[in-house]
T-cell receptor, first 118, second 115 residues
Framework: GAVVSQHPSWVICKSGTSVKIECRSL??????MFWYRQFPKQSLMLMAT?????????EQGVEKDKFLINHASLTLSTLTVTSAHPEDSSFYIC??????????????FGPGTRLTVL | AQTVTQSQPEMSVQEAETVTLSCTYD???????LFWYKQPPSRQMILVIR??????QNATENRFSVNFQKAAKSFSLKISDSQLGDTAMYFC????????????FGKGTKLSVKP
């Protein structure tokens, strides 16, 4: 069964509104989760690292005030796209590592959330 | 900076045939890890195979095998006896460890398996 879930799977919103996307680790606790963005026919680009109990770490070029990340518990991270615009339309995927080592620990990906901003 | 390049945007193969997907990477690290991920139409990323750079032996997982050429910085994926369910986007990925966020993906190759 699924190890990482995301909700919603697809959301359509009007320009200017905010949208919250949840990522849940179902089988294990995760102090760190990762958010990716994937444009059509493009690769996954890391947006930010979500840290439980502390501020998220954003990649260069990602607006932290626009993409708010909250890691409220060891099994839940949320990504809020604030004041969404059509250019924010994309596929958002979260990743969770079963351990602290990316090199050896299994990485699990959520099924993704498709955001469409009208 | 580390980069991963997949030079084949799209490929197709007949069912039961063999296909090879190419991947090259650039890094100054000596110890690192390489992965192939599959993203079917459902968009769920699935790990296909992994390779540790310090291992000379090429990794294999059932019908999937890699040809790892460290000196050439090449990491190709061979799919034998292709099945319709292999139709998907395939991403080559690289990490040298360290920060957990350090997982770099190529742009992907769209593989279509034709009946």
């Amino acid at each position: 069964g699924a190890v990482v879930s995301q909700h919603p799977s697809w959301v359509i919103c009007k320009s200017g509104t905010s949208v919250k996307i949840e990522c849940r680790s179902l089988d294990f606790q995760a102090t760190t989760m990762f958010w990716y963005r994937q444009f059509p026919k493009q690769s996954l680009m890391l947006m930010a690292t979500s840290n439980e109990g502390s501020k998220a770490t954003y990649e260069q070029g990602v607006e932290k005030d626009k993409f708010l990340i909250n890691h409220a518990s060891l099994t839940l991270s949320t990504l809020t796209v604030t004041s969404a615009h059509p250019e924010d339309s994309s596929f958002y995927i979260c990743r969770v590592g079963q351990g602290a080592l990316i090199s050896t620990d299994t990485q699990y990906f959520g099924p993704g959330t498709r955001l469409t901003v009208l | 900076a580390q980069t991963v390049t997949q030079s084949q945007p799209e490929m197709s193969v007949q069912e039961a045939e063999t296909v090879t997907l190419s991947c090259t990477y650039d890094t100054s690290e000596n110890n690192y890890y390489l992965f192939w991920y599959k993203q079917p139409p459902s968009r769920q990323m699935i790990l296909v195979i992994r390779q540790e750079a310090y291992k000379q032996q090429n990794a294999t997982e059932n019908r999937f095998s890699v040809n790892f050429q460290k000196a050439a910085k090449s990491f190709s994926l061979k799919i034998s006896d292709s099945q319709l369910g292999d139709t998907a986007m395939y991403f080559c990925a690289f990490t040298y460890g360290g920060s957990q966020g350090n997982l770099i993906f190529g742009k992907g190759t769209k593989l279509s398996v034709k009946p």
